[in-house]
Structure formats: structure tokens, C-alpha cells
């Protein structure tokens, strides 16, 4: 059922954290676990889809069907989704992390002990992959989704976030339960044209049901 409904597109998703060095052992990174991610890219090549899924570190195996480019830092990651371009769609499901040590040393940091100053460290930003590729002139993707994780006044704040990213749709999670980490997703689907919440549902049935939507609407566009 439904199978092939992507077939003849090509579809970009990123998943799981990444990860910021600050010397050759040490890293700043996040609890992303990969798994809406990893779900949306598989379910998409189930519909028949060519995809590139872009991942920082993650402990999942590789869907079946799906081109898995692995990487470590923010800059790798848009590197990474620049060189997948052109595609009809993008899912940026990535916590990528917003900033970064501002040196990476290349030798292991000595920190001193116990008495002596605190160590600092100075950070720079990084690259927003999404706002990026959502706003470029060539090879802007026909379809571009990004994620955010709110703790209150979700849809509030994914219709602002929409429109600073210059978003096609926004997928709003309510994570100040216990989604984080979980087999299970809360969404809101927020479109130019208005927003619908889905409710309480496995990740995988997330994936399921939005890359069902997204076939309708790439398929619309396709035919019309
Ligand atoms: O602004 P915020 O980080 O909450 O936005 C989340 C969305 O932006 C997600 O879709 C995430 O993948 C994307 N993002 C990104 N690059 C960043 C930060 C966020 O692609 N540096």
C-alpha cells in the first residue's frame, strides 16, 4: 500500500547529535538518541524514495534501503547535506549542537588541579544546517521540514521558528515529558496554512504517517 508513492525522488534527512571536539578526547555533544530520525529516513525509502540520511554518532543501526553518511561536527553535517543536494525533500530531525568550543586543541588539555584558576572555555556558533539549506537560491529543497523540541507554548513557538527558518513545515514535540530518548512522539504539524496535533504514537508511526504526507504533497507537486 502506498508503495512507491516516493519513488523518483530523492529525500535528505538528518539524525542524532553532533559532536563538538574540544581536544582529541573530549567533546560537547547532546542526548539525541537518533530514532525519529533514523525512522523518518526508512520510512521514506519504503515509499520508494532514494535517500541520504546525514547522522552524528548514534548507537542504531543503518535502515535498510538508505544512503547513511556518518559524521561528527555541525560543519561536517552541512558539508555533508550541501554534497546530497540536489533533493526534493529535507527532514532535519539533527540536535545539532548551537555552538562549539572555539579551539580544538590538538594535543590533550592538561587541567590543573585542585586550587589553581577554573579552566575556561570560549565557544563559537555554528552553522544552522536547516536555515541554511532552507534558504539557499539554487537547490533549495521543494520541501523543507524542520524539528522543534518545546517544553511550553509548543505551537507558539514552531510558527515562529517556521518563519526565521523559512521552513515548509514544522514537526513541534512537547518534551517536557518523558519523549527524550523514547520509543513514543507527541507532535504538532504546523504548515504555513495552519497546524494539526497528532496524537500519542510510537516513532515509528510518527515516521510512518508524516512521510505518508510528505508523498502526498511531493506527489501533488510532481503531477501538477
Ligand atoms: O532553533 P532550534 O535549534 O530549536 O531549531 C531546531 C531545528 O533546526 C531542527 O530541525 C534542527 O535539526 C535544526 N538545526 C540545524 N542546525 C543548527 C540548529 C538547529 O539544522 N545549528
Excluded at 519504503?46 to 535498510?64: D, H, N, Y
Amino acid at each position: 500500500e502506498n508503495a512507491g508513492a516516493l519513488s523518483g525522488t530523492h529525500a535528505l534527512v538528518t539524525a542524532g547529535p553532533t559532536r563538538e571536539p574540544l581536544d582529541p578526547v573530549r567533546f560537547l555533544s547532546n542526548h539525541s538518541s537518533g530514532k525519529q530520525g533514523y525512522a523518518i529516513a526508512e520510512a521514506l525509502a519504503r515509499l520508494g524514495a532514494q535517500v541520504t540520511l546525514v547522522s552524528g554518532p548514534v548507537s542504531l543501526p543503518a535502515p535498510r534501503g538508505v544512503n547513511l553518511v556518518p559524521v561528527e561536527t555541525a560543519r561536517q553535517m552541512l558539508k555533508a547535506c550541501e554534497d546530497a543536494l540536489p533533493t526534493d525533500v529535507f527532514v532535519s530531525v539533527a540536535a545539532v549542537a548551537d555552538w562549539r568550543p572555539a579551539r580544538a586543541a590538538t594535543k590533550k588539555l592538561k587541567i590543573k588541579g585542585a586550587g589553581s584558576e577554573h579552566p575556561s572555555m570560549e565557544l563559537t556558533e555554528n552553522p544552522d544546517i536547516l536555515k541554511t539549506l532552507a534558504n539557499k537560491r539554487k537547490n533549495r529543497p521543494s520541501l523543507v521540514i524542520g524539528f522543534a523540541a518545546e517544553t511550553h507554548d509548543v505551537e507558539e513557538h514552531a510558527v515562529a521558528k517556521l518563519k526565521r527558518k523559512n521552513c515548509d513545515w514544522i514537526v513541534a514535540n512537547d518534551v517536557s515529558g518523558d519523549v527524550m530518548g523514547g520509543t513514543e512522539n507527541e507532535i504538532a504539524l504546523i504548515s504555513r496554512d495552519g497546524s494539526e496535533r497528532w496524537p500519542r504514537m510510537g516513532k515509528d508511526e510518527v515516521a510512518r504517517r508524516l512521510a505518508l504526507k510528505i508523498a502526498e504533497t511531493v506527489g501533488d507537486e510532481g503531477d501538477g
